[in-house]
């Protein structure tokens, strides 16, 4: 009895002090709200005519960004530190409710349809702008240690342009509520211009309800996508600037370990793992989508088109662990992390380049050779809708995207820029010719590359792309062997040498060089120094060159009807006979059922028989002087 007499009262003594405690941390987190509330209602747009005021702030953060400071190595006996592995923005109920008023009433304003934006945005208004992200990163890399006091900072800048709205605030909300808020400074919008009535006023009254680090900048003309990036870096407070396409969501942990490396590796680019956002149903992969031990990087074709490529397997010893980054030899473009020392140093985005388009492989190329590196980290991932192209130009789009080009590669490829025109020159409406102001505003950027004391274009393909192939002046057609109706490519077996067909196949968004193949003006088809031979089942075989007696007789005639990519591959007999090739199902002993290539009756209009080669070669039309 007595017992339950001490425990009742002493209940009651801790019960008062608990409840008091409790009152004084309801009033301190009322003041802390309603101050920032406040701040949070004070115009965040600015105008173009405080253009002078901006470059006077870029020049004061030049001078008070803090250094990068020293690695900090954590001990194992560090007590581990928690970071929240997902936090949406803590409001309170009014202003949930105030911002979900104002949520409707901007997705109320007139806007393109779904056709406009290439992407489900009807959808993308009915899904949360809090939504929890599925976490792809390996395990490991949840179980890593950050010291957030230790890290530097970091800018995000978002340039806009006609956007979807639903998925520009979703991102917003996104890198907001999965970012450390001690290491996020600026959320910077960079409007460049866009006629979209939403993304004006109603644009504004909703960033008015988001915390103060959230800001837009409006150009009063359009500016295109590099000039407008460049806009942002400008105003940006942070350690480190992360450039982002608005069609993006953010993972938990991407910005521990982006910028964690760039602490330790100052002269490094991050580019996270970017995964797919589903265009119809903007959902993120599934955690079963995802195979952690496929390292993609980003690369570049002849023709300036960006590609992906599987690392190649005798380089897959750069990741000794599923944490670590690897070597990425180009940028995707919609995502990336890079010191504000590094960028400076660099010079940051090429804005001579006009628009969109080259500006990833140039800041790439120019990263490689100059000093730096680039890596993609694995506990650093997005989600991007790769949507189909839907960027508006003004002016001439092949023209624009063709002189950018021109920049590009008379700029750093050297004596390889031959390989550009000779891809690009076959294809009368890709001739351009930059006029004399382009030229000198060439030659000046020229003059960076000496300032850098750059490395030439050969030493980043031997140490950074080694695997791309280079066609030889002799060869009229290079790239992928396609089928025309089975959409099935050619693959050399490499027990045997016999050419396969295989539906894995990089068309427009992969490079796979070993499926490359050239055809000669001598009429000879090769591989990587090999000659494709006719045997006497008349399927196909890579053999050495000059070991059989039928390598030489290949041509291709051009199916007009369907551009200047698809033909039929004919071989030319001693006896003068003349075969076509076809996809065909193989009843031979060798690879027997499978689909392959076989020399048949030629046949009229068979699509079995037409042949889409990637390139078509003009090395007669390339500019004998360069720029």
């Known amino acids: ?44 747009t600015v105008e173009p005519s405080k253009i002078d005021s901006l470059q006077k702030l870029k020049q004061l953060n030049t001078k008070t960004t803090r250094a990068f400071p020293k690695p900090h190595i954590i001990e194992k006996s560090t007590p581990k530190i928690k970071i929240p592995i997902y936090q949406p923005i803590d409001i309170s109920e009014e202003h949930k409710r105030k911002r979900l008023k104002v949520l409707k009433e901007v997705y109320a304003v007139p806007h393109p349809g779904d056709d406009v934006y290439k992407l489900n945005e009807s959808l993308s208004r009915t899904i949360d702008l809090d939504r929890k992200p599925n976490d792809l990163r390996p395990d490991k890399c949840k179980e890593l240690k950050y010291d957030l006091d230790s890290l530097p900072t970091v800018s995000v800048i978002f340039p806009i342009y006609n956007e979807a709205l639903s998925m520009l605030l979703r991102a917003i909300h996104s890198v907001i509520n999965n970012t450390p808020q001690k290491l996020l400074v600026d959320v910077i919008l960079v409007d460049d211009d866009s006629k979209n009535e939403n993304l004006k006023k109603p644009l504004d009254q909703y960033v008015a309800l988001l915390p103060s680090k959230v800001r837009i900048l409006r150009n009063s003309k359009r500016e295109g996508l590099i000039r407008a990036r460049m806009r942002g870096a400008a105003v940006a407070t942070g350690d480190v600037l992360m450039f982002q396409d608005v069609h993006t969501e953010f993972s938990p942990g991407w910005a521990e370990a982006a910028l964690q490396y760039i602490q330790q590796h100052p002269n490094t680019i991050v580019q996270p793992v970017v995964e797919e956002l589903e265009v119809n149903k903007i959902t993120w992969p599934s955690r079963d989508a995802i195979q952690h031990k496929d390292m993609w990087r980003g690369v570049f074709m002849w023709d300036m088109r960006f590609a992906w490529n599987l ?52 800041l790439s190329l120019r ?68 006029d004399e102001k382009e030229r000198d505003s060439l030659r000046e950027h020229k003059k960076l590359r000496e300032k850098l004391k750059c490395k030439s274009f050969d030493w980043y393909l031997d140490n950074v792309l080694p695997e791309m192939n280079k066609p030889t002046k002799d060869m009229l057609r290079f790239g992928e062997v396609q089928n025309f109706k089975s959409k099935s490519c050619w693959l050399k077996d490499d027990d045997d040498g016999y050419i396969l067909s295989t539906p894995d196949c990089y068309t427009y968004s992969r490079m796979k060089p070993e499926q490359e193949f050239g055809l000669t003006k001598d009429g000879q088809l090769l591989h990587f120094g090999s000659c494709v031979t006719v045997t006497e089942h008349l399927l196909l075989r890579v053999v050495t060159c000059g070991s059989t007696d039928t390598e030489k007789g290949w041509t291709f005639d051009l199916y007009a009807a369907l551009g200047q990519q698809v033909g039929v591959l004919k071989f030319k007999f001693a006896d003068g006979k003349i075969r076509c090739l076809q996809q065909v199902t193989n009843i031979v002993e060798h690879h027997l059922n499978a689909q392959m290539p076989q020399l048949l009756e030629c046949r009229d209009d068979d699509p079995w028989q037409l042949w889409y080669i990637t390139y078509n070669l003009g090395y007669h039309l390339v500019p004998e002087q360069p720029v």
């Open 311 to 362: 690392v190649p397997k005798k380089y897959t010893s750069w990741q000794l662990t599923e944490v670590d980054p690897w070597p990425n030899p180009v940028l995707v473009g919609c995502s990336l992390a890079v010191g504000r020392k590094w960028f400076d140093h660099l010079g940051g985005f090429d804005q001579g380049l006009n628009i969109w388009g080259g500006e990833n492989i140039e």
């Open 367 to 434: 990263s490689w050779m100059c000093g730096g590196r680039m890596v993609i980290h694995p506990c650093s991932r997005i989600a991007h809708v790769f949507k189909p192209f839907s960027y508006a130009f003004d002016g001439d789009k092949e023209h624009i995207i063709a002189k950018n080009s021109i920049r590009v590669i008379e700029t750093w490829m050297d004596q390889h820029r031959d390989y550009f025109y000779a891809s690009n020159y076959v294809y009368p409406y890709k001739i351009v010719e930059l």
């Open 1 to 44: 009895m007595a017992l339950s007499i001490l425990i009742e009262r002493l209940c009651r003594k801790h019960f008062t002090k608990l409840v008091l405690a409790l009152i004084v941390i309801y009033l301190l987190s009322a003041v802390h709200f309603f101050s920032s509330v406040s701040n949070d209602k004070e115009s965040k």
